[in-house]
């Protein structure tokens, strides 16, 4: 799995090819983290937010329902609440399902 850490040197390199201009990490990574936060707040407003050629973020309502504890086998209710999904673009499902030649 890749982690902040592991990202941002590609992410730093995909700003250097858009524009032209080369930051180091420190001078990247509040770029990053202001995308994150404006992510972040529209999701905490239960705002659907659609991101073209990636996909759209939405907050759906979980109502509560039944289940049971694997270790107890007793039956609890699973309180009600929101849930954050996400569906792919069309182009991103494209590009995830593209056959590449590997097995």
Known sequence: MINKKTFM???RDKIFKNTGNWLPLKETTPFFNAFMEELTEHILKKEDLKLV??????????????GINPKTKESITIP?????VFKASEKL????NKPTGRK
């Not at 499902?93 to 995830?96: L, V």
Request: charged share 35%; glycine share 8%.
């Open 93 to 96: 499902s494209e590009k995830i």
């Open 53 to 66: 050629e990636f996909g759209t973020f939405k907050i759906k309502h979980r109502a509560a329902r039944k």
């Open 80 to 84: 009600a609440h929101d849930a954050i």
């Open 9 to 11: 040197p590609g992410f």
